[in-house]
């Protein structure tokens, strides 16, 4: 059975902690992150973005996770992510997901409001958790976009949650999508961060976090990626962020990194094997190692 990320979340905000969300798109990547969920004993968070509905229906990609949760012996809960379309967020509220995230930041504050509200009551009902999001997280990705950053204003925050009774708080503190998130060196606004977490009573999460280790892109770039340029959010700082109240992290970028490193060794390195098992193995495997790296780093490992 799945789990509930409000649960989930609760615990990681009584102990301190973070708890990944990692988006989903087929098979392998879902194998690669439970894999290092069961390795650790830690709690996880599974996540579909619209595009990847578009991509792979919603009813296999709900039915992958259900079925890792039925066979797992660590909690997976299974999170809408950036839900913008009205029907895509009820699709999952009746399916049964963990939660959904409605996704109306880049709306003005009274409509995103009154969008938020919406979908706390229909979720409420039926006893699933809703993110909301105030404040712009900057970067481009496929369906999810945006200009630039508008960091979370600490009133505005409070009074937000207070008026939507959201349960948690998606936060613009600095980070963005994608793999370029920082032309210069990377910083968050922790004290900006720490506004916020004395201003709100629920737990807090970071998108755009993903860290974009050097390792992944070497090998990446060593099979023929081109990725200069990118940079991700230091450890150090995610560490920072969860000491000062984050307890949901999103990660998608490392993991299409680590999927592309993958499928590019291996074909490169074996040019006669057309087996999609053996293209698609190295990728489960690179995904499984980053998302133990990210689960250390969160402080989530040994938790369950
Ligand atoms: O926050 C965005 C996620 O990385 C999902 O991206 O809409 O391209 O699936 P996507
Ligand atoms: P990254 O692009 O940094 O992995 O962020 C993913 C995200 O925020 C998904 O909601
Ligand atoms: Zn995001």
């Given at each position: ?13 009584r ?11 087929n098979?392998?990547i879902?194998?690669g992150?439970?894999q ?9 968070i599974?996540?579909?973005?619209e595009?990847?509905?578009?991509y792979?229906?919603?009813n296999f ?11 797992s012996?660590v ?15 009820r ?10 995230m ?13 969008l ?36 979370t ?6 009074e937000?949650?207070e ?48 860290g974009?280790p ?8 060593k ?7 990118v940079?991700?959010?230091p ?17 998608d ?5 680590a999927?592309?490193?993958g ?36 402080g ?5």
């Amino acid at each position: 059975m799945l789990t509930s990320t409000k649960s989930i979340l609760e615990k990681a905000y009584r102990q301190n902690y973070a708890v990944g969300h990692f988006n989903i798109n087929n098979m392998e990547i879902l194998q690669g992150i439970v894999q290092a969920a069961e390795n650790l004993r830690s709690p996880i968070i599974l996540a579909t973005s619209e595009g990847a509905l578009e991509y792979a229906g919603i009813n296999f990609l709900y039915n992958l996770a259900l079925t890792a949760s039925e066979l797992s012996k660590v909690p997976i809960a299974l999170h809408l992510d950036h839900g913008k379309d009205m029907e895509n967020i009820r699709k999952c509220i009746q399916l049964g997901y963990s939660s959904v995230m409605i996704d109306a930041s880049h709306e003005e504050f009274e409509k995103n409001i009154k969008l938020t509200k919406q979908v706390v009551q229909l979720a409420h009902r039926k006893g699933i958790s809703v993110e909301a999001e105030l404040g712009t997280i900057g970067g481009k990705e496929d369906l999810v976009h945006s200009r630039g950053i508008i960091y979370t204003n600490p009133a505005k925050a409070q009074e937000f949650v207070e008026r939507t009774g959201c349960d948690f708080l998606a936060i613009a503190i600095g980070t963005s999508h994608g793999a370029y998130k920082f032309s210069g060196s990377a910083k968050l606004k922790i004290e900006l961060l720490k506004q916020i977490k004395a201003k709100t009573k629920i737990p807090l999460v970071l998108h755009g976090a993903s860290g974009v280790p050097q390792s992944i892109v070497n090998l990446a770039q060593k099979y023929g990626a081109k990725l200069s340029g990118v940079k991700g959010v230091p450890d150090s700082q995610i560490k920072l962020a969860v000491k000062n109240g984050i307890n949901k992290i999103n990660t998608d970028t490392d993991l299409r990194i680590a999927f592309d490193a993958g499928v590019r060794k291996a074909v490169k390195e074996h040019p006669e094997d057309f087996d999609p098992r053996h293209i698609l193995f190295p990728a489960r495997a690179l995904i499984q190692q980053v998302v133990e790296q990210r689960i250390k780093v969160f402080g989530s490992a040994g938790k369950v």
